[in-house]
């Protein structure tokens, strides 16, 4: 299959980029396109103009800031599964990231791509919401903010507004246990139900494919973090979630699995 | 390491000949149907209905037909003076099976989400796909049947003009009343039932036809992926009224087939018709997401067994009643599917009394045909799921089960009580290698120790014991099962001028690797190197004859046909000898490409100088022909019968329900083995084919007879990543049905594999009160069965 | 539009429309048919070419997304003398091909992981070849081969 008719433009900085945006009602960015072409190929999406900022190469990086690792939205998987800076301050990003698709699809796949797409199914939105990372959002009138917290609003939907650009994501170093349990029928596959836990002074735990965006499972954290065992907290795992059922699982089964992967996850994590 | 083109000599067979297919295909220099460039060719696209079941109330084709590059949009109306007849069944299995008028295109009703309801033709792929999303269909929507136990009701009837959804009952059941004696009698009975779920073959290349027409001399050529050009080319004859002698069907390289391309589809009618209409090259390539509904599928069965049992565990008797699914419609040879497992019921064992019976049932689905074992593996899962069953109720072990019931090794030739004639084996030796090659015992020894630490990781082994009938067939079983054709093969082996060797052969490889295979066979009957024989095939053109290759009857009737031929050329040859040394033919011997006199070695004539003398004809005995070359036709007297021990060991995690496979060992009996790297090759992919049925696949429809798993992130074909290496062993039991000892083995593993999977799942689990899962047995099926199993 | 690349190491040029896939792209408009689709979803990996030595599914990049990129197809593997990558010969070797029609995905898929990892382990070669679909060979003989290919690189 092939997308329907669209325009393309190749935006030669971010400036650019968001003046394309601005001008349009439906221009969509692309940038290593697995998110989105998938979808245009099946006609699930049909934007009018493409803005292709994939050469934008001031947007590939992993910077040591201190406290804080710095990626550029537009740095790929297999860029974060090899970075050395990763690996040392922020090892769990750099699994996740070599959990995502396959070789082929790392090699394009960018983490701001990801978390543009803000798919519950997916790895990496699970993961910054892990790691409480803050994205950092540029637009004509300037660049503000947003904790992972309030990013992910809705199905395949972000605090991204029409005309803003993901440029960044600030991720916390950590120093504690971390662990990402990756539940599927095969390797390539999204996750049926994926779980990210970061101890990092408290303990923060996320949830793969439980609901329309990725989600806390608050239930379990705050169990975890006011003492109770790992198997009482990992009991709560889906409490306040209202899980899809689809063909890999129903809903029931996923808050099951829930369970069963927080109390890994966490155990892994403490170990 | 051997290689291919230094290989010659009598000494051939038996060796692992690398593939002289492979350069061509790892170079991308191979060309499948979507390759070919033919220049002004039409694209035609297919809308497709999006309801299960429904009367098209009106179709509005006009915006599509005015975008650029259309070139024209038609419907059944518009096309339907275009072609003979309706779509071939060639297989009416009963003398009053239903079987539905079934058009390229729907005419009036859609009866499943995939059914043809307009096709576009434009300059450009892009422009003919784009026009698709221009057409308007509005449908009446009607409750679909989608449920095989509904639709044998007749609550709601698919097809109105015959009635009912039953196409047919088939039944074989040689003595009943023995059977409920046999029943009545025992002391132990189980009663089983599987469901064979819908499977999406999903050869890795999907279909694709190109016809180039010469409207001028009136001739056709189809190239097609096809695994059936032979076939083919006869009912699209047929079908779209064009005289034989103007069809010329080619098969390129075609990726995998495993049944799905032995067909004859809706778009090879329409890119024929439609080449002769608009007298210009049409071609079309299925998407993916179309294959998954406008292919066929496979399996889709309701399995109910019961074995009857005497106080030892020996089964006295089977009794078998299937409710199968053909789809909407009967493609090619749909209804017969069911037939090809009818006799293998009582597997590999000795059980006297023997009843079955099918009712064949229409869906609101896609209709199902061939997929890799066809009938075959249902057989051998019913029947090896039934014994473990057995075991589990008699307390005796799944090895020990099967060692008291196995069809003894001196009883064969063995007249099996649904009426084969099953040609060699040795069960018993296979199995005891099967089970000493994975260390059985010391398997066992670990389970029990998992079970006794109260793991979360749990170990299952299965058993699965097969048997086959391959060599499909003799032709006259085929009429009494009323299959349409017959069950030869032919070939032609000839000598060249310059004593290069040329094969034609009526089999169409896709994958098998036949073009070695039989240069293997020729190479050791006559001594000669294996490079200077070459292999023709898939061209109606150049192989006139041909039954093609399903079944895995390739080897055992086509490489007969081939090895027969090679003989003829061989004694023609030595006719000419003789008479240039003036000797008989008695005194001459041949070794190597020559002849020699017996006796006297210097006296010597090359098999080249006795081609050249066939060529030149200047001085042949009194009466001979011209040229050095022989036909044949083969039509083997029996079927063959492979038989195997495949042995499972799963881990199932108890917790999510996951199954992951460790281990696989399979020992296999083909017979007499040509090329054990292209056996194991064959037995490999099988395996992780039927693997694939028994953890991962399932054709998923909704309520409203969507399919679910339309693409393949969705179907779950396994990778590297989910299976392990497999071992591998063998016993070699010679077929006496035919000169080369050979059984077959193209479907061996997919038959054998299934069962063993989820006899090992179960087994894994059955201490806790676990007696079925169905398949797929996916983690979320696992989990409710060690949930449901653990509650009790 | 006009798009420009090199492919196999050849400058070529073509306009085309900007929806157009790489994997068309090569395909349709340069005339390497060596490339297969075999899904619509990134599944199967059977589009599997380089760009700029990396693996990536040419059913899932815009030509556009190519330009001034370097890639290789499976054409591009053997060299120009007709000898064959030792990736390929490896297959052969090993049977790591039936049908073939995965095969060009299978082996860009491999060369470009043996890249990443030279020395790896059966299960790494199984996991670095996730995102590649076979219908044929049950992947016995393909992880054989590419594990082969490994071992003779080394030697």
């Given at each position: 299959m092939f997308p329907s008719t669209f325009d393309y433009v190749r935006a030669g900085s971010v400036a650019e980029a968001i003046s394309i945006l601005d001008g349009s009602e439906d221009a969509k960015l692309i940038a290593g396109g697995h998110s989105l072409l998938p979808l245009m190929k099946l006609r699930l999406a049909a934007p009018s103009t493409l803005v292709d900022i994939g050469r934008l190469s001031e947007l590939s990086f992993i910077e040591d800031r201190g406290d804080h690792v710095a990626i550029g939205a537009l740095t790929r998987h297999r860029d974060l599964e090899t970075s050395a800076v990763l690996k040392n301050s922020v090892p769990i990003l750099s699994h996740v990231a070599g959990e995502v698709g396959d070789p082929a699809v790392r090699h394009r796949g960018t983490i701001g791509g990801s978390i543009a797409h803000g798919d519950g199914a997916s790895d990496l939105p699970a993961a910054v919401l892990a790691l409480d990372a803050t994205m950092v959002v540029r637009s004509a009138a300037g660049e503000r903010t947003v904790p992972a917290t309030s990013f992910f609003k809705g199905f395949l939907e972000t605090d991204l507004a029409q005309g803003e650009v993901l440029t960044e994501i600030r991720v916390p170093k950590t120093s504690g246990g971390w662990s990402y349990k990756k539940f599927n029928r095969r390797a390539q596959d999204w996750a049926i139900v994926g779980v990210a836990v970061v101890r990092n002074g408290s303990t923060r735990i996320s949830l793969v494919n439980m609901g329309s965006t990725p989600l806390r499972a608050s239930a379990s954290e705050n169990a975890i973090n006011q003492g109770a065992s790992i198997e009482e907290a990992a009991h709560l795992a889906s409490e306040g979630i209202d899980p899809p059922s689809d063909l890999n699982a129903s809903a029931e089964y996923r808050r099951h699995l829930a369970s069963v992967l927080v109390r890994r996850a966490l155990q892994e994590a403490s170990a | 390491m051997t290689t291919t083109e230094t290989t010659s000599g009598s000494k051939v067979l038996g060796q692992r000949v690398l593939r002289r297919e492979d350069p061509e295909l790892l170079t991308g220099e191979a060309k499948f149907s979507d390759d070919l460039a033919i220049p002004g060719a039409l694209h035609m696209a297919v809308l497709r209905s999006t309801v299960a079941h429904g009367r098209i109330t009106s179709i509005d084709t006009s915006a599509a037909r005015s975008r650029p590059g259309v070139v024209a949009v038609y419907t059944y109306q518009d096309l339907k003076d275009d072609w003979a007849g309706p779509m071939p069944c060639a297989w009416p299995v009963t003398a009053d099976m239903k079987n539905p008028a079934h058009f390229p295109l729907a005419n009036g009703n859609v009866n499943y989400v995939g059914d043809g309801v307009a096709v576009v033709v434009a300059e450009s792929k892009t422009a003919a796909v784009d026009a698709l999303e221009a057409i308007e269909v509005d449908y009446e929507e009607l409750d679909p049947v989608l449920d095989l136990e509904e639709s044998i009701s007749d609550s709601n009837v698919i097809h109105s003009e015959i009635g009912t959804n039953l196409s047919y009952t088939w039944e074989l059941i040689p003595n009943k009343d023995a059977v409920d004696e046999a029943f009545a009698k025992a002391a132990h009975t189980v009663s089983e039932r599987y469901i064979q779920q819908r499977l999406v073959p999903s050869a890795m290349e999907p279909r694709s036809v190109v016809v180039v027409p010469a409207p001028f001399g009136g001739d056709y050529t189809v190239y097609s992926a096809t695994q059936v050009p032979h076939i083919l080319k006869v009912m699209l004859a047929l079908t779209v009224g064009i005289s034989e002698t103007k069809l010329r069907v080619v098969a390129p390289s075609v990726g995998g087939g495993f049944g799905s391309k032995l067909n004859v589809y809706a778009e090879e009618v329409l890119a024929l018709a439609l080449a002769r209409k608009l007298r210009r090259p049409v071609r079309w390539t299925e998407e993916r997401s179309e294959n998954a509904v406008a292919t066929i599928h496979g399996r889709g069965q309701i399995q109910n067994i019961e074995l009857a049992a005497d106080a030892d565990g020996k089964v006295t008797a089977v009794r078998v009643n299937l409710v199968a699914d053909m789809g909407a419609y009967l493609q090619l040879v749909t209804p017969g599917i069911p037939l090809l497992g009818a006799f293998l019921y009582h597997g590999v064992y000795d059980i006297p009394n023997y009843s079955f019976t099918c009712r064949s049932v229409f869906t609101n689905k896609t209709p199902t045909d061939a997929y890799r074992g066809a009938g075959r593996p249902e057989a051998t899962y019913a029947i090896e799921r039934a014994m473990d069953a057995l075991a589990r109720k008699l307390g005796v072990s799944a090895v020990e089960i099967r060692k008291r019931n196995f069809i003894p090794a001196e009883s064969f030739p063995y007249s099996s009580s649904a009426g084969l004639v099953f040609d060699s084996g040795d069960y018993l030796t296979n199995f005891n290698k099967a089970l000493d090659m994975v260390g059985m015992d010391e398997l066992l020894a670990e389970k029990k120790l998992r079970i006794d630490a109260g793991s979360r990781k749990l170990l299952g082994i299965g058993i699965s014991f097969f048997v086959e009938m391959c060599g499909l067939a003799p032709s006259r079983v085929l009429a009494s099962l009323n299959y349409g054709a017959g069950g030869w093969e032919a070939a032609t082996v000839r000598i060249l001028p310059t004593s290069k060797i040329q094969v034609v052969t009526g089999t169409a490889p896709h994958g098998q690797g036949h073009e070695t295979a039989w240069s293997m066979i020729v190479a050791e009957k006559l001594g000669v190197p294996m490079a200077d024989i070459e292999v023709l095939h898939s061209d109606t053109a150049i192989a006139p004859y041909g039954m093609d290759t399903y079944g895995s009857r390739s080897l055992a009737v086509g490489g007969t046909a081939i090895h027969i031929a090679t003989e003829r050329v061989l004694d023609k040859a030595k006719a000419i000898a003789a008479h240039q040394l003036e000797v008989a033919e008695e005194d001459l011997d041949y070794a190597e490409g020559i002849f020699t006199v017996k006796g006297s070695p210097d006296r010597a004539f090359p098999l080249a100088a006795a081609a050249f003398e066939a060529f030149t004809a200047h001085n042949l005995p009194d009466g001979m022909e011209p040229n050095l070359e022989a036909s044949v036709t083969w039509d083997p007297p029996n079927f063959t019968f492979p038989y195997g021990s495949h042995i499972a060991v799963v881990e199932v995690d108890t917790e999510t329900g996951k199954v992951d496979l460790v281990r696989y060992q399979a020992v296999d009996d083909c017979g007499n083995r040509v090329n054990p790297l292209i056996i194991e090759g064959q037995v490999h992919g099988g395996i992780a084919q039927g693997v694939a049925q028994a953890l991962f696949e399932e054709a998923a429809y909704d309520s409203a007879g969507n399919l679910l798993s339309a693409t393949l992130a969705d179907y779950l074909v396994p990778s590297a990543a989910e299976l392990p290496s497999f071992e591998l062993g063998e016993t070699v039991t010679p077929s006496p049905t035919n000169p080369l000892g050979v059984k077959g083995i193209g479907e061996a593993g997919t038959i054998a594999s299934t069962p063993a999977v989820m006899n090992a799942v179960v087994d894994a689990l059955s201490h806790l009160g676990v007696e079925n899962i169905e398949m797929p047995a996916s983690p979320e099926r696992v989990w409710r069965a060690i949930d449901g199993a653990t509650r009790r | 539009m006009q798009v420009t690349m090199t492919v196999n190491g050849q400058t070529v040029s073509r306009d085309v429309e900007p929806r157009t896939l790489l994997v068309h792209f090569l395909r349709d408009h340069v005339g390497l048919t060596g490339t297969n689709v075999g899904c619509d979803t990134s599944s199967c990996g059977a589009c599997t070419v380089h760009v700029n030595g990396e693996s990536v599914k040419s059913c899932t990049m815009l030509a556009v997304q190519a330009d001034g990129q370097e890639v290789t197809t499976i054409e591009g593997?053997?060299?120009?003398?007709?000898e064959l990558h030792p990736m390929q010969k490896a297959f052969q070797e090993n049977h790591g091909l039936q049908c073939g029609f995965c095969t060009p995905g299978m082996v860009m898929a491999a060369t470009s992981f043996l890249k990443e990892n030279p020395h790896p382990t059966e299960a790494e070669v199984r996991l670095g070849l996730e995102g590649n679909l076979c219908r044929c060979t049950g992947y016995h003989n393909i992880v054989k081969s590419v594990l082969a290919a490994a071992a003779s690189a080394g030697e």
């Open positions: - | - | 593997l053997a060299s120009a003398e007709g």
